[in-house]
């Protein structure tokens, strides 16, 4: 998942937002450099993450994409569903996306002493931007696409990853309807036994 369901499933617990933030940003194990709540945080990351890569429909989706596609299939699903929940938000949350956005990043720059430099500066562009609010806009795809595509060290075809995305979408969002509730139902019994 991408930074919007990661926040959502983790909101509104402060700990569980920086450290779901930060998921991306600390590999290996986990070693105490960080409060036991943030670590919390960091390991409901990885979990997400493990349950999305195997449940069925998020599968289902990644097989949609044309072959040459299909090992940068997670990265595009996290994406694209990360689009669906920007555009059903009303459906998953009470508050308007850009309300709880203010409040993410409320928690991030109380919390900024904590996050490496990598995850301050990406933290600042998105604040300053309001990134996270336009998930919803088909550019926020393409663009994504295209980024990731330029920060990965072989060659590989994302560039083109936005045609794929319109080539599926109606099937694609049919997934995620499925798809995220179940993810929220996971992340409900994950908090309650972790």
């Given at each position: 998942m991408n930074h919007l369901a990661h926040f959502k499933v983790s909101h509104p617990d402060p700990h569980l937002v920086v450290g779901g933030f930060l998921g991306?940003?600390?590999?290996?194990?986990?070693?105490?450099?960080?409060?036991?709540?943030?670590?919390?945080?960091?390991?409901?990351?990885?979990?997400?993450d493990a349950y999305a890569d195997r449940h069925p429909v998020a599968r289902r989706s990644i097989d949609r994409f044309a072959p040459e596609f299909r090992r940068y299939g997670p990265i595009m699903v996290d994406v694209i569903y990360d689009h669906f929940l920007a555009g059903y938000w009303q459906h998953y949350h009470d508050n308007e996306i850009s309300r709880f956005c203010d409040s993410v990043f409320a928690i991030l720059r109380d919390n900024q002493e904590i996050l490496p430099f990598p995850a301050q500066s990406l933290a600042g562009r998105m604040m300053a931007s309001r990134s996270i609010e336009s998930y919803h806009h088909d550019e926020f795809v393409a663009r994504s696409l295209s980024s990731i595509s330029l920060r990965l060290k072989r060659d590989n075809p994302l560039q083109r990853g936005f045609d794929e995305f319109i080539a599926h979408r109606a099937e694609l969002g049919r997934d995620f309807v499925v798809f995220f509730p179940d993810l929220m139902a996971f992340c409900e019994r994950w908090q309650r036994e972790n």
């Open positions: 991306d940003f600390i590999k290996g194990r986990l070693r105490g450099e960080f409060p036991a709540p943030i670590e919390r945080g960091i390991r409901l990351h990885r979990a997400v």
